[in-house]
């Protein structure tokens, strides 16, 4: 596993380990009082934080091991898996009771485990899956009704889901890396537009069904109206950002975590993480998610086969984006929408889950660009065997055929 490690891209894994070492460190400051507080223990989220990101661990080695494309052979049954997972949160006694968790539906309770997020699994399963159904209809996808509509019918099924379980932040991350994994694979900029558009009305709507989207969407409009109302969370992670200043008040002296700010070890750590160690500490969290996202890009644009590009392409959309909504949630830029930090907020199904499919990231970097394409499964696709990288125009004369004598 070691050598799998050491052959792969390295400074995307030291990005991994720099992102999850600075994730404790901070969850283990952020949840300290509520720990204390809650289970007469500082270190109570800290450790079952530790335990996640040991398993993490664990699955990042054993699928940077394993050859990406075995994948395709448990795709499809991951991905049914996941679905089933994410409706059992809907069935009663099953899920987590909505009225702990703001009713929201999105939670297994597991009992003296904790609790799993299905949706977390879902993402790499769904990565995994629809990167495989786009692979197969390589000569297809561009077609409207083989390629487009069952892509679409099948992405739109999926975040219905998501909307019956009140969870429109995983609906949005899910929503790009869908169409980022389509767009990778060669489908028509028509149709990713009208993707686009559909995501942007559906969304829109789902926000105008719901008073308390419509409160958040308010909120976001003007801040300031109700600080100590619907807007309370919001303004004191600004306080937090402002506070900090340009080096922060320093490592473990956060003021927010002493109950001024909800959910500070989750979704809006990235606010004590500015009260804590200030621009320069928020700055080096952005560039990080940024060298990670452009390294994964490289890694996709670099592999040896279609499912490479699409599957890395999937799993770099899904980790980036993630952060760039949750740091815009928390400085205001975007609405809350509850997605947590990768790497850094609490959740130790989301950790694990990222962590895994950093795995299968650092796997696709590690291919060798000049091994042969993996099989192709469909039959009618327009560059049959011959590797999909190769130019026609570029190819070289064979040496065994013998050039045409001139006027001959």
Known sequence: MIAALRATDRWLLALTFALLCAGLVMVLSASSVEGLLAYDS??????????FAIAGLVALAVLARVDYRQLHRWAPGAAIASVVLMLLVLVPHVGRDPRLTHGAMRWIDLGPLGTFQPAEFGKLALAVYVAHWVDRR??????????????AIMMGGVLGIMMLQRDLGTAVVLGAMLVAIYFAGGGRKSHVALLLAGLAAGFALFVLLESYRQQ???TFLDPFR????????????????????PVGVGLGHSVLKYGWLPEAHTDFIFAVIGEEIGLVGTTLFLAAFVALTVRGYRAAMRAPDRFGVMLATGITTWIGFQALVNMATVTSTLPATGVPLPFVSYGGSALAIT????????????????????????????LGRRNWRTPL???RRRPDVPRRAPGG
Request: glycine share 12%; net charge neutral.
């Open 138 to 151: 390589q000569g297809r996808l561009r077609s409207l009704g083989d390629g487009f509509l069952p892509f």
């Open 355 to 382: 962590l895994a499919a950093m795995g299968v990231l650092l796997n696709v970097a590690a291919q060798p660009q000049d091994q042969p394409s993996a099989r192709r499964t469909d039959a009618t696709a327009d």
């Open 42 to 51: 500082a270190y109570y989220y800290f450790e079952r934080q530790v335990v």
């Open 393 to 395: 125009a570029g190819a």
């Open 226 to 245: 109700d600080p100590l109302g619907a807007s309370y969370q919001p303004v004191q992670a600004l306080i937090g950002l402002g506070s900090g200043g």
């Open 216 to 218: 958040r969407l308010t």
